[in-house]
């Protein structure tokens, strides 16, 4: 007989919209002034591009959130400082992200498990994934949804 070890909290957390969630991450990166240079699966590299690019059209961020969770792992490149065609300018600087549910709900409440940096550059990345976490996972927001699902 095995014993059910998820906790109530557990249960709460696989109850978040991961892609909502995801969707408000890749919304925020946007209003920081960054653009996404690539989107790409992992391991083969199969380029995911095609599906955001809608030719001047406002991006989707749900839709970018779906794609990205529709593939057991994806990176997204997000690009800052861009002046035209992609040419960056002098003091722009990206950011990649890996995206893939780990099975580990207080993980994949942001189902981004890992990013690149530059120390010369900030982290937004880092900023707005502690910035949604702590939101989400407060005290308060985690009491209104346990009394959610009582």
Known sequence: ????????????????????????????MTIRGFTIAR?????????LYHLIDQC????????VAHQALNYEHTNIT?????RHEGVM??????QTISVML??????????????SFS??????????VNALRTE???DEALEEKLGEYQ
């Open 136 to 138: 989400l996972l407060s």
């Open 39 to 47: 989107f790409f699966t992992m391991p083969d590299r199969y380029d």
């Open 89 to 94: 300018e002098p003091n722009g600087y990206r």
């Open 1 to 28: 007989m095995t014993h059910n070890t998820e906790t109530i909290i557990d249960a709460t957390l696989r109850k978040y919209d991961y892609t909502d969630n995801l969707a408000r991450f890749i919304e925020q």
């Open 78 to 82: 997000f690009q800052y400082g861009v």
């Open 56 to 63: 001047g059209h406002a991006l989707d961020y749900h839709e």
């Open 102 to 115: 780990t099975g580990d709900p207080w993980c994949d409440v942001v189902p981004i498990n890992d990013w």
């Open 119 to 128: 120390h010369q550059h900030p982290d937004a990345v880092k900023e707005i």
